[in-house]
Antibody
Framework: QVQLMQSGAEVKEPGASVKVSCKAS????????MHWVRQAPGQGLEWMGW????????HYAQKFQGRVTMTRDTSLSTGYMELSRLRSDDTAVYYC??????????????WGQGTLVTVSS | EIVLTQSPATLSLSPGERATLSCRAS??????LAWYQQKPGQAPRLLLY???SRATGIPARFSGSGSGTDFTLTISSLEPEDFALYYC?????????FGGGTRVEIK
């Protein structure tokens, strides 16, 4: 079965960077886009962007342009999301999610368990 | 960016009742809308996509309708496990956005 296993919780100081990993199993990693979505405490869902695991191509929400970098290692079937210049309002649970359809970056049919990133001095 | 407005914010119903959730888009998203369910401490789960297509393993009591700017998620008869948060999400353009959510709670 499809599984997305994320790295553990992080505590970072303002201004630092964080890198979250997402290891995929149970499907062909290169066939499906990987997205990142975050959720601040008690708040709704916010889409951050996607990476095409085949090409490494990315598309980021404008809000995160210049601060977010999504990469992947196809040999490990793992995606990564790095967010820099962290602020307190970046405190959130960060999810990776798999696109529903082969070769298309739409909708999310499998999700990781989430990684809590806390930004605090 | 497209704003999705969900209503009501909270729906208080009893098991066995019918739930009707609304999602309105600030501009047309054609039929490119999905619904997700989220329970406390869990990741969201895809219920419906393209407005009315059920995702794998989703029970038939969940149905969706609508196109353009107005969409509805209907749960025909609430089961105890259906009390949760529900989000809509469009895919017509970038950025993908979600609605603010509707909480279905036990009355």
């Amino acid at each position: 079965q499809v599984q997305l296993m994320q790295s553990g919780a992080e505590v970072k100081e303002p201004g630092a960077s964080v890198k979250v990993s997402c290891k995929a199993s149970g499907y062909t990693f290169t066939g499906y886009y990987m997205h990142w979505v975050r959720q601040a405490p008690g708040q709704g869902l916010e889409w951050m962007g996607w990476i095409n695991p085949t090409t490494g191509g990315t598309h980021y929400a404008q809000k995160f342009q210049g601060r977010v970098t999504m990469t992947r290692d196809t040999s490990l079937s793992t995606g990564y999301m790095e967010l820099s210049r962290l602020r307190s309002d970046d405190t959130a649970v960060y999810y990776c999610a798999k696109s529903r359809t082969w070769g298309e970056p739409y909708y999310f049919d499998s999700w990781g368990q989430g990684t809590l990133v806390t930004v605090s001095s | 960016e497209i704003v999705l407005t969900q209503s009501p914010a909270t729906l208080s119903l009893s098991p066995g009742e019918r739930a009707t959730l609304s999602c309105r888009a600030s501009q047309s998203v054609s039929s490119y809308l999905a619904w997700y369910q989220q329970k406390p401490g869990q990741a969201p789960r895809l219920l419906l996509y393209d407005a009315s297509s059920r995702a794998t393993g989703i029970p038939a009591r969940f149905s969706g309708s609508g196109s353009g700017t107005d969409f509805t998620l209907t749960i025909s008869s609430l089961e105890p496990e259906d009390f949760a948060l529900y989000y809509c999400q469009h895919r017509i353009n970038w950025p993908l956005t979600f609605g603010g959510g509707t909480r279905v709670e036990i009355k």
